[in-house]
């Protein structure tokens, strides 16, 4: 058997001797402190031997794990590397310099207690022969004193309102810690870098969050993480006695959160005034609040989409200019502009610029729209409506009724922000918008107000009234293409008998043309001026009818090389 005594170390390192009366029967001594939380005072780890003025001296339980196992209380320790089983996790009992955290083997006892952790006496019972000698034999017995107002009692982790605040003895949790190293039962702690590693973890996984989900969404993720967490912790301790940090994962994954929103509150409202300034000029108010919502559907820059392009003019503006002085002037083009312009967002328009009395715009840019050709049509018959109600207010000033031409075309186009660094617009460039603006000169020619090109014909709806016009080659392409007319709305067509049969007639007349008919043609053409005498597309098919009889070579494209 052995004696040893504790015996406490003194802040300078010195090491007080125990007393007179037991130095004679000792066979060593431990020290008896036991470090506590500077922030809660509770004691909650073990040091196993301390630097004294006398050289390294073992703490009391560790001296007699060496006395009862010949083995120290270090190595012992040091070959419990990791938790058995967790073999992922590289921790350590040790927690500290030669520290581990203390397995406490329950709550503080108490004298006679039926559910202490370790059998106790009272030493006076001891003393008087109370306790059967066999009670005590092979036990490793500790001594101390246990009254509550001894200094020599300690807050635990069972420090609580279940225990009735209870504070444990210092012999006791010398006792706590003597029975984790006999039964090699420890708290493993994962190592700094392991630590570290798992905060980060989580930290970067909110910090994505809130990168890219809404913020409420950010605050779900947090809170589901955080809880994950939390489980995979306790998981851990109950497992593996594993203890996985809780505040600082937490603290992390909260200051990501808070970081990952206060970033994208300044990105996303950057973007969004970015958005709003440059979109606001071109596009529905509507559109405006979908692109700042969700500033994905946008791509700014150049990319190649498929349009519908729209020019429009007013025809012999000059003359309109010459009679108005220059404040009459800008207050019709305001007038008129806007009036065309509140058609043009209607239909879901991007507005490109203003060229005086010209208006070019294009559809289905920056976001995507459905049936953007037809969409385009019925924004040009609108605007044809428009100039009934221009003219209504401005005819007599201006001298003459007002007429917009529109050109339409669809096609590929690049659209984008272009121009330098400082300064740029949204816009469109590209043959189709090229001959979008060809084409609303061409009306001029024909008579007509809107003027399509096919490829935006086979997008419109079987409402919407159209007649083919000509083949053209219009100034820059070598490839003709076939126009139409945009006549109007197909029941307001079928309600004027006259227009209907002359635009019956028409088509017909201009399939007899295509298919190399010319005298059949003609006759249906003058089937059509009967019924419409006035109608210039029909007059002018028939003196193309009339070329095509003196010219048999002529492969029927009219030439445009003006606009």
């Known amino acids: 058997s052995a004696t040893y005594a504790v015996v406490p170390m003194r802040q300078d390192g010195t090491v007080d001797a125990p007393l007179p009366l037991f130095a004679g029967a000792l066979t060593g001594v431990g020290l008896a402190d036991l470090p506590f939380n500077p922030f809660d005072s509770t004691v909650r780890r073990a040091r196993l031997s301390y630097d004294t003025e006398q050289g390294q001296m073992e703490t009391f339980a560790a001296a007699m794990f060496s006395a009862a196992?010949?083995?120290?209380?270090?190595k012992s320790v040091e070959e419990q590397a990791s938790p058995p089983g967790a073999w992922i996790f590289r921790a350590s009992p040790f927690s500290g310099r030669d520290e581990v955290m203390i397995r406490f083997a329950g709550p503080p006892g108490e004298i006679g207690g039926k559910g202490n952790a370790f059998r106790t006496y009272s030493a006076s019972m001891v003393e008087r022969g109370l306790i059967p000698a066999s009670w005590l034999e092979d036990?490793?017995?500790?001594?101390?004193?246990?009254?509550?107002?001894?200094?020599?009692?300690?807050?635990t982790p069972y420090y609580a309102r279940a225990t009735g605040f209870a504070r444990m003895n210092g012999v006791e949790i010398h006792a706590n810690i003597?029975?984790?190293?006999?039964?090699?039962?420890?708290?493993?702690?994962?190592?700094?870098?392991?630590?570290?590693?798992?905060?980060?973890?989580?930290?970067?996984?909110?910090?994505?969050?809130?990168?890219?989900?809404?913020?409420?969404?950010?605050?779900l993720a947090w809170l589901l993480i955080s809880a994950l967490w939390a489980a995979l912790s306790v998981w851990l301790f109950s497992r593996w006695a594993l203890v996985a940090?809780?505040?600082?994962?937490?603290?992390?994954?909260?200051?990501?959160?808070?970081?990952?929103?206060?970033?994208?509150?300044?990105?996303?409202?950057?973007?969004?005034?970015?958005?709003?300034?440059?979109?606001?000029?071109?596009?529905?108010?509507?559109?405006?609040?979908?692109?700042?919502?969700?500033?994905?559907?946008?791509?700014?820059?150049?990319?190649?989409?498929?349009?519908?392009?729209?020019?429009?003019?007013?025809?012999?503006?000059?003359?309109?200019?010459?009679?108005?002085?220059?404040?009459?002037?800008?207050?019709?083009?305001?007038?008129?502009?806007?009036?065309?312009?509140?058609?043009?967002?209607?239909?879901?328009?991007?507005?490109?610029k203003y060229e005086g009395d010209a208006i070019i715009a294009f559809f289905n840019a920056p976001l995507d729209l459905d049936s953007h050709?037809?969409?385009?049509?019925?924004?040009?018959?609108?605007?044809?409506?428009?100039?009934?109600?221009?003219?209504?207010?401005?005819?007599?000033?201006?001298?003459?009724?007002?007429?917009?031409?529109?050109?339409?075309?669809?096609?590929?186009?690049?659209?984008?922000?272009?121009?330098?660094?400082?300064?740029?617009?949204?816009?469109?460039?590209?043959?189709?918008?090229?001959?979008?603006?060809?084409?609303?000169?061409?009306?001029?020619?024909?008579?007509?107000r809107v003027m399509a090109s096919e490829a935006t014909v086979r997008g419109l709806a079987d409402d919407i009234a159209r007649r083919p016009l000509d083949i053209l080659r219009v100034k820059g392409k070598a490839e003709p293409i076939l126009v139409y007319e945009i006549v109007g709305k197909k029941v307001e067509v079928e309600a004027e008998v006259e227009k209907k049969e002359m635009v019956a007639r028409y088509v017909e007349a201009f399939g007899l043309f295509r298919a190399r008919r010319i005298e059949a043609a003609m006759e249906e053409l003058k089937g059509a001026l009967a019924a419409r005498p006035d109608d210039q597309p029909s007059r002018?098919?028939?003196?193309?009818?009339?070329?095509?009889?003196?010219?048999?070579?002529?492969?029927l494209v009219t030439e445009l090389t003006a606009k």
């Open 69 to 74: 196992t010949g083995v120290s209380a270090a």
């Open 139 to 155: 036990k490793i017995v500790l001594v101390g004193a246990s009254y509550e107002d001894l200094k020599d009692a300690y807050l």
């Open 178 to 219: 003597l029975s984790s190293l006999l039964t090699r039962q420890y708290y493993y702690a994962m190592r700094q870098w392991q630590a570290a590693a798992w905060a980060f973890a989580a930290a970067l996984a909110v910090a994505l969050a809130a990168g890219s989900l809404s913020p409420w969404k950010s605050s």
């Open 245 to 352: 940090p809780m505040v600082a994962p937490f603290v992390a994954q909260t200051t990501a959160l808070g970081a990952g929103l206060g970033w994208r509150a300044l990105t996303e409202g950057r973007e969004r005034r970015f958005v709003r300034g440059v979109f606001a000029r071109y596009v529905p108010e509507a559109v405006v609040e979908r692109m700042t919502e969700n500033p994905a559907l946008l791509k700014l820059g150049g990319e190649t989409r498929q349009v519908t392009s729209l020019f429009s003019d007013i025809a012999s503006f000059t003359s309109i200019s010459e009679r108005l002085d220059p404040q009459g002037l800008v207050a019709f083009l305001n007038r008129y502009l806007g009036l065309m312009n509140e058609a043009l967002f209607r239909h879901g328009a991007t507005l490109d």
């Open 373 to 448: 050709e037809e969409r385009a049509a019925r924004a040009a018959m609108e605007m044809r409506r428009a100039d009934a109600v221009v003219s209504a207010e401005w005819g007599q000033r201006c001298g003459r009724q007002i007429i917009t031409r529109i050109g339409l075309a669809s096609g590929p186009a690049v659209v984008g922000n272009m121009g330098s660094e400082g300064r740029f617009d949204y816009t469109a460039i590209g043959d189709t918008i090229n001959l979008a603006s060809r084409l609303e000169g061409a009306n001029k020619f024909y008579g007509t």
């Open 540 to 555: 002018e098919l028939m003196k193309r009818c009339e070329r095509a009889l003196r010219e048999p070579e002529w492969d």
